[in-house]
């Protein structure tokens, strides 16, 4: 059964409840994942659901954790964002809708060449064995 408003405020810090609910944004380099290096898998914090493999992670200097491509071919939804007067593309969990961040086509040439820019505090790190 899909959460109300107000059952994702219960379960959610102000600031996750801001930014994955409310389409808020962290200030950069303030992340506790930004420099997370080891194996594993990144959820979302909201309902669980593997979005990005470790594998995928890669130093971009934007001050958001950020990946190259996702974990899982249907884990993130990828919308149109008009707001603030800019064109983007904004990245949801496909599994409960909420707001990840955005993607930019300014990833590494040699992958995807997208950046999918994602919000840390988004993000709950699982550092078992991905060969599982």
């Known amino acids: 059964m899909p959460l109300n408003e107000e059952d994702w405020k219960a379960k959610l810090t102000p600031?996750?409840?801001?930014?994955?609910?409310?389409?808020?944004?962290?200030?950069?380099?303030?992340?506790?994942l930004l420099s997370e290096k080891r194996p594993g898998l990144f959820k979302c914090a909201a309902c669980g659901a593997e979005l990005f493999s470790s594998e995928h992670k890669f130093e971009s200097g934007s001050g958001w954790p950020s990946f190259y491509d996702i974990g899982k071919s249907d884990a993130v939804k990828l919308k149109d964002d008009n707001s603030h007067g800019l064109m983007r593309v904004e990245?949801?969990?496909r599994n409960c809708g909420s707001h990840l961040g955005h993607v930019f086509d300014d990833g590494p040439a040699d992958k995807t060449g997208k950046r999918y820019c994602i919000n840390s505090?988004?993000?709950?790190?699982?550092?078992?064995d991905q060969s599982k």
């Open 121 to 128: 505090v988004c993000l709950e790190f699982d550092p078992k």
């Open 15 to 32: 600031e996750q409840y801001r930014i994955l609910r409310q389409k808020g944004t962290e200030a950069p380099f303030s992340g506790k």
């Open 91 to 93: 990245a949801v969990c």
